[in-house]
């Protein structure tokens, strides 16, 4: 049985032809009356997938400790802007606000916060997860709102779900990967015509064997200039943390999620959360490219623990009951473990700044 979205696209596809992979994408996510983020609650355990911060206070907690290090190494400025794109229910932010008010008084009194969420949804929730200090945030629909100053700005899980165009190494070059209509009226992967320069692939295209797909993000790349390019006028640094590879390369990363299990892209459109791998390779050159200096990319893991998570955990648990800090050694390995269940290794971290500087841990000569 179709979902309501993939009867819309059915007709869609009927009436204009196949849609690119990227537009697939967009309608299983922001469609207004049937996309995923609009009519599903996709977190927790009770959604489809669990984040990082919804795994224990210790990730956000990591996040507010880099973004003193960030602060304090350029300077300690007096007018900050502290912005998280794509919020989640505000616990990142909540968790990292907490250590910032402990570490840094004076930058957690003076920044201004600032969330670019477009989901009125979600954003009714972010107020509730920080009703202390609702009164100071606001509520931005995209990035290039928050005003002018120096930024430091988070992104977890952000570029993963931003479409990405697909392509299908044929006899006669690169084409675009479509989705179309079976003889049956399903939706099926298909072949059109639209191409790309192969400059941008890794190796040369001759030595790509058929059948094998390359995967570009020119919206996740516009994203990451923009951030770059205000980081370059306004100063500042920005967190990027997703799962993904460090070097461009090739496959079909397209998935869906379900209820906490992988799903077929195409089985139930607006229903399973569907994401990407990210290319971190072409978020730092996009940076790279717009001036912004780009830090030493490191997994997850080597992030974590490079900021304290191991003893921070140890505080956390100390005098606490057994079963207390097994759960606080579960979150630890889960958050910076590697292995099957573990986002050590999977999740990869890109900051940059906007002017050349050393933060830990990216840098540890700095630490």
Not at 181 to 209: C, Q
Not at 311 to 320: D, P, T
């Amino acid at each position: 049985m179709r979902t309501p979205l993939a009867e819309k696209m059915a007709r869609i596809i009927e009436q204009a032809g196949p849609l690119k992979i990227s537009d697939f994408f967009a309608l299983c996510l922001a469609d207004p009356d049937h996309g995923y983020y609009k009519t599903r609650e996709p977190f927790g355990r009770s959604g489809d997938f669990i984040t990082a911060p919804e795994v224990s206070q210790l990730f956000g907690e990591m996040i507010g400790v880099f973004l003193v290090h960030a602060w304090q190494a350029q300077g300690a400025p007096d007018q900050v802007r502290i912005a998280e794109i794509g919020p989640g229910r505000g616990t990142l932010m909540s968790d990292a606000l907490r250590v910032i008010a402990k570490l840094a008084p004076d930058l957690y009194a003076n920044a201004t916060i600032h969330m670019v969420e477009t989901s009125d949804r979600l954003r009714n929730e972010q107020r509730q997860t920080l009703v202390r200090i609702k009164d100071r945030i606001c509520w931005h629909q995209a990035f290039e709102e928050i005003p002018a100053g120096f930024t430091l700005m988070v992104a977890n899980e952000l570029f993963d779900a931003i479409p990405i165009h697909q392509f299908v190494k044929t006899p006669n070059g690169f084409r675009e990967r479509v989705v179309g209509l079976d003889e049956n009226g399903r939706l099926a992967f298909g072949i059109g015509t639209g191409s790309f320069d192969p400059s941008l692939l890794p190796v040369d295209e001759a030595a790509v064997p058929e059948g094998e797909i390359f995967e570009l993000a020119p919206a996740r790349s516009a994203v990451m200039q923009a951030v770059a390019s205000k980081l370059v006028r306004d100063g500042g640094t920005a967190l990027s943390i997703d799962y993904g590879h460090l070097v461009t390369g090739f496959g079909d990363t397209l998935q869906a999620v379900y209820r906490h299990e992988f799903d077929t892209p195409l089985a139930r459109p607006g229903e399973a959360d569907l994401t990407s791998h990210v290319d971190f390779q072409a978020l730092a050159e996009a940076a790279v490219a717009a001036g912004a200096h780009l830090h030493r990319p490191l997994t997850q893991g080597e992030f974590l623990v490079g900021l304290g998570l191991v003893e921070r955990a140890g505080a956390l648990g100390s005098g606490r009951d057994a079963l207390t800090q097994a759960a606080i050694r579960d979150a630890v390995n889960r958050l910076a473990g590697e292995g099957e269940g573990r986002m050590g290794a999977l999740f990869k971290v890109l900051a940059i700044s906007g002017a050349q500087v050393r933060i830990a841990p990216f840098d540890p000569a700095s630490a």
